[in-house]
């Protein structure tokens, strides 16, 4: 069962694997590797006109590995975000935790770097009226560890912890939205 959503909530979505096509063992580095799933830029427009923000939340250990840079996740987010408005959809705001999960200073989820910075930018989210969506464990820890209503878009990713809700993905979720919102 959904919240009752109004136009004060925030929408939290994790990228890989709930926005675009996740590569198991890998990462999307480049244009020409991410690919949406089924629905998600239609998604996204339900979320704009449901949600007072929609912000996206990644962890790219990519960066500390040094597989790639900053600057080639930016090119891949900003590729995402045109693809995204030719659907009349928009994101707010992405925030990237590029660190090595081995570096005690990262602000990689679950912990809560990325949302206080999103609140930072956002002061009027309120995290008891904001929802997270992912597809792995440290996405829902990153939810209730703020007190936030947790989706997992399920995937081939184990599961460890549970979360308020369990669907298929972000077009699912939108539908729920829309017909019960």
């Known amino acids: ?10 929408l939290f979505l994790d990228r890989d694997g709930v926005i675009n096509e ?20 239609e998604a996204i427009a339900i979320f704009n006109r449901k949600f007072q923000r929609v912000c996206v939340v990644t962890n790219q250990q990519c960066i500390g590995k040094k597989l790639t840079t900053e600057r080639n996740i930016s090119l891949v987010h900003a590729y995402m975000e045109e693809q ?7 994101v707010d705001a992405i925030y990237v935790a590029g660190e090595l999960k081995s570096d005690p ?4 989820k679950p912990k ?13 989210i309120d995290f008891a009226k904001s929802i997270m969506v992912g597809d792995t464990d440290s996405d829902i820890r990153f939810g ?11 995937t081939e990713e184990p599961i460890g912890v ?11 979720l939108a539908d729920l939205i829309e017909n019960e919102n």
Do not use: C
């Open 1 to 10: 069962m959904l919240p009752r959503i109004d136009g004060s909530w925030t």
């Open 22 to 41: 996740r590569i198991m063992g890998g990462y999307v580095m480049s244009t020409s590797e991410f690919r949406f799933l089924d629905g998600t830029p």
């Open 112 to 124: 809560p770097d990325m949302a206080l910075k999103a609140q930072k930018d956002f002061p009027e």
């Open 105 to 108: 200073t990262n602000t990689r």
């Open 162 to 172: 549970e979360a308020d809700l369990s669907l298929n993905s972000l077009k699912e």
């Open 84 to 90: 995204l408005r030719e659907k009349h959809a928009f």
């Open 144 to 154: 209730m560890n703020l007190g936030m209503y947790t989706v997992r878009v399920v």
